[in-house]
């Protein structure tokens, strides 16, 4: 008799892989998204975590805070964030990244790109992945 133990952890990695679906869609808990290689734009970062909680960096500040996802249904809560001052650069990188996560209602996602756009369809913002998974 051949061991089965080797196959099933095999096959239990492979499967922990996949993202959860929902409805035919993906979860975003465990995913990290941020804005391209420059300098300002490595201030932006979001992560999604099990259990609807989501924190990142928005240009200058860091935040932490919860989101509900419900098919390509994107909202996000209140954040609680640091409050430091930063140059004007990063204050207005921070500005348009806010203001972008509170206008998300709808969620476009490849194993790349994350694209969040309002109530319109409107791509308000527009992020990669950071992790790999």
Do not use: H
Not at 49 to 76: A, I, S
């Amino acid at each position: 008799m051949r061991p089965i133990v080797p196959a099933a952890l095999m096959a239990l990695a492979i499967l922990s892989a996949v993202p959860a679906q929902a409805d035919g869609y993906a979860s975003l808990a465990g995913s990290e998204w941020g804005e391209g290689a420059d300098a300002d734009a490595a201030d932006v970062m979001v992560k999604f975590e099990p259990g609807n909680k989501v924190w990142g960096r928005l240009g200058c500040n860091r935040f932490t805070g919860t989101y509900t996802q419900d098919g390509d249904d994107l909202r996000f809560g209140t954040f609680a964030t640091t409050r430091m001052a930063c140059p004007e650069p990063q204050m207005k990188t921070e500005k348009r990244v806010g203001d972008a996560l509170m206008a998300a209602r709808k969620v476009d996602f490849s194993p790349s790109k994350l694209v969040l756009q309002d109530s319109s369809g409107k791509e308000v913002l527009t992020l990669e992945r950071r992790n790999g998974k």
